[in-house]
């Protein structure tokens, strides 16, 4: 079994920080990349940042304001989330792509993490 355990959101005003971690724990053979994704009320998930350990990826609305890491050696991911905006509003979602000890790659999830924005 695989899991994925957020931490870290919560209620911030506008121009605030919040940091974002994420633990994968199980039988995991390797991690590919690690993600987070959002989902604002009404709209459809979107991809907030990429990396694969070497490289990261961000959406054009968070570029220059987040920042993704990872700590490979405790299978850990972090968005470090700078500036917030009331339309950062959403429930993040990590995401890992790996490999199990038996030989499956897939994508597996997170639980969500409410991220609140407002005065």
């Known amino acids: 079994q695989v899991q994925l355990v957020e931490s870290g959101g919560g209620l911030v005003q506008p121009g605030g920080s919040l940091r974002l971690s994420c633990t994968a724990s199980?039988?995991?053979?390797?991690?590919?990349?690690m993600a987070w994704y959002r989902q604002a009320p009404g709209k459809q998930r979107e991809l907030v940042a990429t990396?694969?350990?070497?490289?990261?990826n961000y959406a054009d609305a968070v570029k220059g304001r987040f920042t993704i890491s990872r700590d490979s050696a405790k299978n850990t991911v972090y968005l470090q989330m700078n500036s917030l905006k009331p339309e950062d509003t959403a429930v993040y979602y990590c995401?890992?792509?790996?490999?199990?000890?038996?030989?499956?790659?897939?994508?597996?999830w997170g639980q969500g993490s409410q991220v609140t924005v407002s005065s």
């Open positions: 995401n890992a792509d790996l490999s199990t000890d038996w030989g499956r790659r897939s994508g597996y």
């Open positions: 990396t694969s350990g070497t490289s990261t």
């Open positions: 199980g039988s995991i053979f390797f991690i590919y990349t």
